[in-house]
């Protein structure tokens, strides 16, 4: 079992930056596999960046690429998403996902436990 509860989000300006956090509670972490979603008004949800906890791999939706990083910290029991450059295309409600696995995973239905999101606003 995982629980997942996600902070850090909040209004900022374009071309701003902003750091999300996801506590992660579980038995182990060692093979846990971690992403990022968000879902903007009207659309669907959207895969943004995946990390495995047993080596660090990352992957990233190419929208984000080069902008966001996804990290963890497993004395924390925490995943973290460093967004820079943000546009006003990036706002959306983020949620933070888990499975267990030793790879990365970009597909919803590969995610099993789900955070209550948190709402990311960048204004023009």
């Known amino acids: 079992q995982v629980q997942l509860v996600e902070s850090g989000g909040g209004l900022v300006q374009a071309g701003g930056s902003l750091s999300l956090s996801c506590a992660v509670s579980t038995r182990t972490s060692s093979n846990l596999v971690t992403g990022w979603f968000r879902q903007a008004p009207g659309k669907e949800r959207e895969f943004v960046a995946s990390?495995?906890?047993?080596?660090?791999?990352?992957t990233y939706a190419d929208s984000v690429k080069g902008r966001f990083t996804i990290s963890r910290d497993f004395v924390k029991n925490t995943v973290y998403l460093q967004m820079n450059s943000l546009k006003p295309e990036d706002t959306a409600v983020y949620f933070c996902?888990?499975?267990?696995?030793?790879?990365?995973?970009?597909?919803?239905?590969?995610?099993?436990?789900w955070g209550q999101g948190t709402q990311v606003t960048v204004s023009s």
């Open positions: 990390i495995t906890w047993s080596s660090g791999r990352t």
């Open positions: 996902a888990a499975n267990f696995g030793f790879q990365v995973y970009t597909e919803i239905r590969q995610y099993v436990y």
